[in-house]
Nanobody, 123 residues
């Protein structure tokens, strides 16, 4: 069993920044492909960014140039730096770990989710 714990969500104004963190327990990130997904109220969960087996990111078009994924293997922690936030970025953000490949569409997912952290961007 893999336990993922997100943190860092908050309420910010348009143009603000946040950094989300996701710590993995009972495993190491090297065993999985990782990513961030989000779900806005009344909408389906969507991919924000995923990493391939070489650690290369694939970003959703809506966040390119504003969001950056990174990881600290020593801390077993995945990060999502979010800049220039917009109201449409509002939602619950989830960390995901799955056997590779992890698709940004979320297709064929059979891995693990964290409990989520709420991001709210006001105009």
């Amino acid at each position: 069993q893999v336990h993922l714990a997100e943190s860092g969500g908050a309420s910010v104004q348009t143009g603000g920044s946040l950094r989300l963190s996701c710590v993995a327990a009972e495993t190491t990130y090297s065993d999985f492909c990782l990513g961030w997904f989000r779900q806005a109220p009344g909408k389906e969960r969507e991919g924000v960014v995923v990493l391939d087996t070489r650690g290369r990111p694939t970003y959703a078009d809506s966040v390119k140039g504003r969001f950056t994924i990174s990881q600290d293997d020593a801390k077993n922690t995945l990060y999502l730096q979010m800049n220039n936030l917009r109201p449409e970025d509002t939602g619950m953000y989830y960390c995901a770990a799955d056997s590779c490949p992890l698709y940004i569409s979320g297709g064929d997912f059979s891995g693990y989710w964290g409990q989520g952290t709420q991001v709210t961007v006001s105009s």
